[in-house]
């Protein structure tokens, strides 16, 4: 055991720096924090002073080493340079954008982000006087990678991932149980926030959030994820599975809309996985890693077998309601008929 304290100390003068032969002992979690992780909330003016607080008092809370910056300059940069090429100037959605213009845009901040992230993360020990290079952590979740739901080279292109493995629904019960352990409150305000890219200007009639961009719920995500994975659901399983699952609350046709939506973006999305940053993977449910998931990653996004197949048993369903319900009708004008 003493061996092992003294590896430790080792270890932890190494990582934090230290020059050989330093008698540093690290006594207080922040300050060795400081010294190893670098935080930097990277905003643009399409960010809340909500997030921008969120992230420099959870950097204060656990004692990191804290840079807040603007991107705009850059991202107007970017923007300029294919005005002056081109001759036309893309404009958000909001501002009368068509689509694609707004989707370029949003992943203009996405994309910059990484340099900028890469950048700091090769000069800030260098900043600070001190030697080697930093790893840059990546943040997209199992949900969002399986829906592809995020900008492919930006967080999906970092060196580790902490939590690449693990679905929001879970990754939220971690958060609760850190919060608690290690007294972080600041924690609460992390988990009551609506999830949102603030890639898009916020205005007084529309605030940008992933599960209205997605289509579904994380909950619903984590769902089709564990059920795609861990059951092997195709579309086709996967609609008959849930058509009892959540026959109590939705109908079969709405359950055929929602596996449907979900094949479809996972389809038409999964040549991102194939840039997924490695990750610890602790769960079965985990993203396929493409260093051994070796399938094709091009799919016919309309799955045309299955969903026909999914289709034609919701019609099944519709017409015997419709039919359920006339006879009730019916039953009723009889009543009705008998009374009077």
């Known amino acids: 055991m003493i061996f092992a304290d003294k590896q430790v100390i080792e270890d932890a003068r190494r990582i934090a720096g230290e020059e050989p032969g ?47 910056l603007n991107m705009d300059t850059l991202v107007t940069a970017i923007r300029d340079l294919f005005a002056y090429v081109t001759g036309v100037k893309p404009r958000f959605r909001v501002h009368g954008g068509t689509g694609a213009e707004n989707l370029a845009l949003q992943n203009i901040q996405a994309r910059l982000r990484m340099v900028v992230a890469y950048l700091f993360a090769q000069l800030m020990p260098w900043v600070r006087g001190r030697q ?19 900008t492919k080279y930006d967080c999906s292109s970092a060196d580790v991932n902490p939590i690449g493995a693990i679905s929001k629904t879970d990754l939220k019960k971690f958060i609760t149980y850190a919060r608690d352990a290690f007294n972080l409150p600041i ?31 994380y909950d619903e995500l984590s769902v089709f994820g564990r059920l795609r994975k861990v059951e092997k659901c195709g579309p086709w399983s996967m609609f008959t599975k849930l058509c009892h699952e959540w026959g109590s609350s939705l109908s079969p046709p709405q359950v055929a809309e929602k596996v449907k939506l979900f094949f479809f973006e996972y389809a038409r999305n999964r040549h991102k996985m194939t840039t997924l940053t490695p990750s ?57 008929h008998e009374v009077d």
């Open 280 to 336: 610890y993977h602790a769960e079965q449910y985990s993203p396929d890693d493409n260093r051994f998931d070796l399938r094709p990653f091009l799919y016919p996004s309309r799955f045309p077998w299955q969903f026909k197949k999914i289709d034609a048993a919701a019609a099944r369903w519709a017409d015997r309601t419709s039919v359920h319900a006339r006879a009730a009708r019916d039953q009723e004008a009889i009543k009705a």
């Open 187 to 217: 924690l609460t305000d992390f988990l009551d926030a609506v999830p949102t890219a603030e890639l898009e200007p916020i205005t007084e009639t529309y605030v940008q959030a992933d599960e209205a961009d997605m289509g579904m719920t």
């Open 22 to 68: 330093s008698t540093y002992v690290p006594d207080d979690p922040r300050e060795f924090a400081n010294r190893i992780f670098h935080t930097c909330y990277m905003g643009t003016e399409n960010s809340s002073p909500d997030t921008r607080k969120r992230a420099k008092d959870l950097a204060n809370a656990i004692g990191s080493y804290h840079i807040d």
């Open 132 to 150: 080697g290079g930093l790893l840059v952590l990546g943040s997209a979740n199992v949900d969002e990678s399986l829906r592809g739901y995020f």
